[in-house]
């Protein structure tokens, strides 16, 4: 077998045979990976005979000159079709907004840039095809708050973590609700929220919000049914299921018992369910047209999950990909007498969706009346997980056999397999990029931003085959290009800013990218060091957020007393050597930390403790920095030194469960947050008048 062959057929596939790790060597990928990955690629490459047809059919969608369903162009920038028809050839384009725009290619077969920004439907020569045109950049955090030079501040918050009377044992979006008003009262323009994702709703083990089902809706436990349906409509329901003692007793807990706090949850919404389908309820008409709106998708997702809770309840798989062959096309015939006979309980899960969403809807109204510019900012996923809602109902646009991570490096010496499955490049293409342009409208629609976790998915992703060692996979190259001006024509027309979380191994160009489009990157107050000498405050960039910490980090506080190494020695996780390295290495941090904060001779003037002065110099630094937009999160504005995800951990760390101490409304009055809070936004108008 021809490795040469090999590493073409991988080449056109998208797939990176040489690559350079994050220490800057260069790295091949093995042919046995290779040929599993492509596999997983749906391109057989297991012998001589299956690579060359893999290659010709390759060769022939990439040679044909049919055109795809939809491109993309930046505005006023003409677009090359000299690979699908002749120069001068005629074209028509039908607007968005019903006018219609007569034009011709040019003498090299260019399509002229006199096309407005949106999806424009464009005829020629007897082919049709969606033409989506992208402003320059997205809609700015200067934009939001109407300044050339923002010099903006807000909070971020794990929603599960928020506290307020009756919630039943986790944050939802009433505490979401209260919190946003208050934060908006003292100044915050922005409210960081963790992901809202669909989970499985027969499977309350799984609870990490970085996992999730699908991408497309949103996870219901988080919805606070008494904003909607009303107080009495939730005291009955609570009455009738008996749940008072039970829900009181989750909410007193520390921390949040997930599957009996869902399971306790989900009764609740069906007793509340069968309340509002009986008689005629004043919102049925909404719901109604919520359901009607939201259409196949909806649909799709709410009959996989009335087919996951039947086979929950016989004990059976609930991965789509175990289910019989019958029911794993969502367009089959034996879907469709399922869903007749099992009508009301997908009326359940599209009940329980429309809740939520109006939920959401009515924080982020919160959140802009309070006078938030933003509102809220929504956190995008990576992924979802391969036997998922969103998997399941867009199989050929994910890749349901491979899973996202990350190679080896100094940090995680075997790589990282984060269980969850991304976007084919080849699926988006052939739909016109269907899958993705749904999901950013999913999480644009009730949010005044977006942050895209490991927004280097966008160029490059590293797919490893189900099962295999994280080392044993490779990177599948995007359409980066397509992919950024869609993102951008979206936020655009959500009027909402786009974050994108770029820590780690960037590759080159990228960055570049995302700031010509006025995507944020993100900067960590922990990371901006080169060997404990941290980086002066003017040095910090004006094209990335910044921020104290994320989920992943240790809290500020706990960095400070070490407390992410004493997790990591306690359960192991580090050597002894290794510890006491650390330990050393953490002490020359905090000396450096500690000398770039007394450059501003505001900071360690009062006699308090140590801790508080460092976590308040810290928030006035970074209020000081160029950053249009600083995020701190409230366990830093709290001071509280335990963090909320441990990576490489799934039991041994109460990860994704922790609660905040007191309730939403009343959080930022606790004498430590206002204090800091009080320092942030005079630290930013500060910055404003200096940088003016």
């Known amino acids: 077998m021809s490795d040469a062959q090999l590493e073409i057929l991988a080449s056109r596939a998208g797939l990176a045979v040489d690559w350079i790790d994050a220490n800057g060597r260069p790295q091949k990928v093995a042919s046995s990976v290779l040929r599993n990955v492509l596999i997983g690629l749906g391109h057989p490459a297991g012998s001589a005979q299956e690579i060359d047809a893999s290659l010709q059919e390759l060769q022939q969608v990439q040679q044909t000159r ?33 006018s219609r725009l007569n034009l011709k290619l040019d003498a090299e077969a260019i399509l002229p840039g006199l096309i407005p920004v949106g999806y424009q439907h464009v005829s020629i020569d007897g082919q049709e095809f969606t033409l989506a045109v992208a402003p320059t950049r997205c809609y700015s955090v200067g934009d939001a708050v109407e300044s050339p030079i923002p010099r903006a501040w807000g909070l971020s918050v794990q929603l599960y973590s928020l506290r307020r009377p009756g919630d039943g044992g986790f944050g939802d979006t009433q ?21 809202l994702h669909a989970m499985f709703g027969s499977d309350t083990q799984r609870y990490s919000p970085y996992s999730p089902s699908s991408r497309l809706f949103l996870n219901s436990l988080y919805a606070a049914p008494g904003a909607i349906l009303g107080d009495r409509a939730l ?82 798989s609930l991965d789509w990909r175990h289910w019989p062959e019958q029911w794993q096309n969502p367009r089959s015939a034996a879907l469709a007498e399922f869903a007749e006979e099992n009508a009301g309980r997908i009326g359940f899960f599209a009940f329980c969706q429309w809740l939520i969403t109006r939920c959401l809807e009515r924080a982020q109204t919160a959140a802009r009346s309070a006078g938030m510019s933003v509102g809220l900012i929504a956190d995008l996923a990576v992924g979802a997980d391969g036997g998922g809602s969103q998997a399941w109902s867009r199989q050929d646009e994910l890749l349901a056999s491979l899973t996202v991570g990350a190679p080896p490096d100094i940090l995680n010496r075997t790589g990282q397999g984060w269980g969850i499955s991304a976007f084919s490049p080849e699926g ?73 979380e770029d820590l780690g ?106 801790t508080d002065q460092v976590l308040d110099a810290a928030i006035r630094f970074l209020g000081h920095t160029r950053a249009p937009l600083v995020l701190l999160p409230l366990e830093d504005a709290l001071g509280i030194e335990q963090q909320a995800n441990l990576p490489g951990t799934t039991d041994t760390h109460p990860n994704w469960s922790r609660r905040l101490p007191g309730d939403s409304e009343a959080l930022l009055d606790d004498p430590d947050a206002a204090r800091r809070l009080e320092l942030l936004a005079c630290a930013r108008l500060q910055a404003a008048e200096r940088d003016q």
Not at 71 to 80: E, K, N, Q, R, Y
Not at 187 to 193: H, K, S, T
Not at 487 to 497: D, G, K, N, W, Y
């Open 66 to 98: 049919h055109l795809p369903p939809l491109l993309t162009a930046d505005f006023g920038v003409g677009l090359s079709l000299a690979h699908y028809f002749e120069p001068e050839t005629p074209c028509e384009i039908h607007l968005e907004d019903g």
């Open 175 to 195: 505490a979401l609700e209260d919190l946003a008003r208050v934060a908006g009262e003292r100044g915050a323009e922005a409210l960081a929220i963790s992901p």
């Open 235 to 316: 005291r009955t329901a609570i009455d009738a299921t008996g749940l008072a003692a039970e829900l009181k007793h989750l909410e007193a807990s520390p921390l949040i018992d997930w599957p009996v706090a869902a399971e306790a949850k989900h009764r609740l919404l069906q007793a509340l369910y069968e309340g509002f389908v009986q008689g005629e309820h004043p919102l049925h008409a909404d719901f109604s047209s919520f359901r009607h709106a939201a259409g196949e998708a909806l649909e799709n997702h709410c009959r996989f999950e009335a087919i996951q809770e039947a086979r929950a309840a016989k004990g059976e």
């Open 428 to 500: 988006l293409v052939r739909n016109g990029f269907r899958a993705f342009i749904e999901m950013l409208r999913a999480n644009f629609a009730h949010a005044g931003g977006l942050r895209i976790d490991h927004v280097m998915g966008l160029q490059r992703l590293w797919v490893i085959p189900n099962g295999a060692s994280p080392a044993d996979g490779a990177y599948l190259y995007y359409p980066v290009d397509d992919l950024l001006r869609l993102l951008t024509l979206e936020s655009h027309r959500h009027q909402a800013i786009v974050l994108g």
């Open 505 to 610: 191994t960037v590759a080159d160009g990228l960055r570049e990218k995302l700031i010509a489009r006025s995507i944020l990157g993100m900067r960590v107050l922990l990371f901006e060091q080169d060997n404990a000498h941290f980086k002066p405050i003017l040095d910090w960039p004006d094209n990335a957020l910044a921020t104290t910490s994320t989920h992943d980090l240790p809290t500020l506080n706990g960095w400070w007393h070490g407390r992410d190494i004493d997790w990591n020695a306690r359960l192991g996780l580090v050597n002894a050597p290794g510890e006491i390295e650390w330990r050393h290495h953490r002490e020359r941090e905090r000396e450096g930390l500690r000398r770039v904060l007394s450059e501003d001779p505001q900071n360690f003037r009062e006699e308090s403790h140590e």
